[in-house]
């Protein structure tokens, strides 16, 4: 087996957590580069992109969170062989990878600034993302995005609904994916119990092997 060093901040969510996840899933060696932000800063400058996450295969360094997940998700059977399959759950990663976009947009404003810029997002592509992508979650069947099983589609819908769901950016209701697609507020609660998943936030609770 090759040698793969993952590098992302150490939190437990964001751009790298589908990688992490399906990592673990595969039951693959791999060196866990979590940094802090201070690290971050230090070593941008010799990352792809000056950005995270990256992913080394035997020394050699990729960029690009989807692209990174797609590769890890085919090793774990969580990327669907069927070509159509695949354009199902390459919609769902490029939607959210959108979607993060214009949410970072709106990092750094503050007050009346951040209040109005949020509102705008809630109203605006926020509404239009969420209520697409249940759209596309119907499509692929309801129960998951692509392929009638778990793929990387789903867990990137899980980590990025969770993130929301938690109220931690001002101004977005920790209720508003429940109010607006509460479809993919439910597939969310539904992937939380999915095998691989629970096996992986087992894995990090503090003593675990
Ligand atoms: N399209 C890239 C975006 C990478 C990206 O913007 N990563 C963020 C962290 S989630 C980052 O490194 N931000 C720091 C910066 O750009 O200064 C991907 O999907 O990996």
Same mark, same amino acid.
């Given at each position: 087996?090759?040698?793969?060093?993952?590098?992302?901040?150490?939190?437990?969510?964001?751009?790298?957590?589908?990688?992490?996840?399906?990592?673990?899933?595969?039951?693959?060696?791999?060196?866990?580069?979590?940094?802090?932000?201070?690290?971050?800063?230090?070593?941008?400058?010799?990352?792809?992109?000056?950005?995270?996450?990256?992913?080394?295969?035997?020394?050699?360094?990729?960029?690009?969170?989807?692209?990174?997940?797609?590769?890890?998700?085919?090793?774990?059977?969580?990327?669907?062989?069927?070509?159509?399959?695949?354009? +199902?759950?390459?919609?769902?990663?490029?939607?959210?990878?959108?979607?993060?976009?214009?949410?970072?947009?709106?990092?750094?404003?503050?007050?009346?600034?951040?209040?109005?810029?949020?509102?705008?997002?809630?109203?605006?592509?926020?509404?239009?993302?969420?209520?697409?992508?249940?759209?596309?979650?119907?499509?692929?069947?309801?129960? +998951?995005?692509?392929?009638?099983?778990?793929?990387?589609?789903?867990?990137?819908?899980?980590?990025?609904?969770?993130?929301?769901?938690?109220?931690?950016?001002?101004?977005?209701?920790?209720?508003?994916?429940?109010?607006?697609?509460?479809?993919?507020?439910?597939?969310?609660?539904?992937?939380?119990?999915?095998?691989?998943?629970?096996?992986? +936030?087992?894995?990090?609770?503090?003593?675990?092997?």
């Amino acid at each position: 087996m090759a040698e793969f060093k993952f590098t992302y901040f150490d939190i437990d969510g964001g751009r790298g957590e589908v990688t992490r996840i399906a990592l673990h899933a595969a039951g693959a060696e791999f060196q866990d580069n979590r940094l802090s932000f201070a690290e971050f800063s230090e070593q941008r400058g010799a990352l792809r992109f000056n950005a995270v996450p990256t992913f080394e295969i035997d020394g050699e360094q990729f960029s690009q969170s989807d692209a990174i997940s797609r590769y890890v998700g085919r090793l774990a059977n969580l990327y669907p062989a069927d070509r159509l399959q695949a354009l +199902y759950c390459d919609e769902v990663l490029g939607a959210y990878e959108d979607l993060t976009h214009f949410v970072v947009r709106t990092f750094g404003l503050e007050g009346d600034r951040l209040k109005e810029a949020r509102q705008q997002l809630l109203d605006g592509k926020m509404t239009v993302y969420l209520t697409a992508l249940e759209k596309l979650l119907a499509r692929g069947g309801g129960e +998951y995005f692509a392929d009638q099983q778990l793929t990387i589609a789903d867990l990137r819908s899980f980590v990025q609904v969770r993130s929301l769901l938690a109220g931690v950016l001002d101004h977005i209701p920790a209720d508003f994916v429940r109010s607006v697609a509460p479809e993919l507020a439910d597939h969310h609660d539904r992937i939380a119990q999915a095998a691989c998943v629970v096996a992986y +936030y087992r894995s990090r609770q503090p003593g675990s092997p």
